[in-house]
């Protein structure tokens, strides 16, 4: 279940930190163990993770791998996770789009 994969990759502050790094820039293994004070395993250990779970994707260029998160897969996942546990939710938005359609037609 890719959604548990999910959780369990963000369930690690330094998961979160290296998230919270990708999301203002690209950047290579290098640059995010600069950032950190862990054996360069860890740090690919962490990667891995990640990366399995569909949270940052890793192109290589040259010898470097260079890491970016993927955003809609963070918001698709908390999202559908959100509509599973909260049914109201799903109400309560469609209430504000009719009210926000109504508020632009009128």
Do not use: W
């Amino acid at each position: 279940m890719r959604m548990v994969k999910t959780f369990e990759a963000l369930a690690s502050e330094p998961r979160l930190k290296i998230l919270a790094y990708l999301s203002k820039a690209t950047m290579t293994a290098g640059e995010i163990a600069e950032r950190f004070d862990m054996a360069k395993p860890s740090l690919s250990k962490h990667l891995s993770i990640l990366e399995n779970a569909g949270l940052i994707t890793g192109v290589k260029k040259g010898k470097f791998i260079h890491y970016s998160i993927i955003q809609d897969h963070i918001v698709n996942s908390l999202d559908g996770y959100l509509q599973e546990v909260c049914p109201t939710r799903k109400p309560l938005r469609e209430e504000s789009a009719a009210k926000a359609k109504g508020e632009a037609e009128g």
